[in-house]
């Protein structure tokens, strides 16, 4: 039997004071002019972490779609280490380039960075219950993440000033490219929709603090497809469209296998 593996984890060992402190920093951010935040946008196509404008992404490209772009903003960070000896500039710069800090709100790069660490030992946690229901050691995941280079991201939703174009979303279609990602969901209607093995969509429901895990297409690969690394988007909901002036907020934490030693 093969599985859309979604599921949420509440108790899930995180303190809630550094999630929404991560949480009330971005949003601060991301409420900011244009022309602060491009102050650490990506400075070219291709470097990873930094502010992305909004409509200037397109997830649905990964799996060959053509759509129009993303409605959405983002910003993002990596592990900030150096890169270890032996790889390529193009490899070092894929996931080893340096993260680009906003200088306000103030508190922007130690709540993130505390987040981050405690996204990551979450992960962790979660690895290694896997490990038990693929009747494994408990550690057996540990060789392959000793240096990860997992990515933490915020997604904001800002409200719409403009009708969107046929088939515009906020994110459209794809699966997560590494092992697992954790997903914390602004309250309300959130627009996440996985697609199940029926090809019917499905409306993920936030419930905040819960984390919602996904697993990407690594695991699937790891599992030889028992665990299936889910179709998922995010749409744009009816009263958003009707209010026109809805926004949220999505905090994401994408497991990424690391350098093995």
């Not at 039997?1 to 601060?28: R, V």
């Not at 992404?57 to 759509?67: C, F, H, I, R, Y």
């Not at 129009?68 to 710069?93: M, N, R, T, V, W």
């Not at 697993?215 to 599992?223: A, C, Q, S, V």
Request: glycine share 6%.
């Amino acid at each position: 039997m093969h599985f859309n593996w979604f599921f949420s984890i509440s108790n899930h060992g995180i303190p809630i004071e550094i999630l929404e402190d991560c949480w009330k920093s971005s949003i601060q951010f991301f409420r900011q002019s244009e022309s602060e935040k491009i102050k650490v946008g990506m400075p070219f196509p291709g470097y990873p972490y930094g502010f992305v404008p909004i409509e200037k992404e397109n997830l649905a490209l990964s799996k060959g779609e053509s759509v129009p772009p993303d409605l959405k903003e983002s910003f993002s960070i990596g592990p900030g280490l150096e890169p270890p000896p032996g790889l390529s500039a193009d490899e070092a710069q894929f996931v080893f380039s340096k993260n680009q800090w906003p200088d306000n709100p103030i508190d922007f790069k130690r709540r993130w960075k505390s987040c981050y660490k405690s996204l990551s030992d979450c992960a962790d946690r979660v690895l290694r219950l896997l490990s038990f229901a693929l009747d494994l050691p408990e550690n057996w995941f540990d060789r392959f993440f000793m240096k990860p280079i997992s990515a933490m991201r915020v997604n904001y939703y800002p409200e719409l000033s403009k009708e969107p174009l046929e088939n515009q979303l906020r994110a459209s279609a794809y699966s997560d490219y590494g092992s697992l990602t954790l997903l914390l969901q602004d309250e309300g209607e959130s627009g996440l929709k996985i697609l199940n093995k029926e090809n019917e969509c499905i409306s993920v429901k936030p419930f905040k603090p819960d984390l919602v895990v996904n697993i990407g297409d690594l695991m699937e690969r790891w599992t030889n497809g028992e665990w299936v690394s889910s179709l998922h988007r995010v749409t744009i909901p009816k009263t958003e469209i009707q209010k026109k002036s809805q926004e949220s907020h999505w905090l994401f934490f994408n497991n990424q296998i690391g350098m093995l030693e």
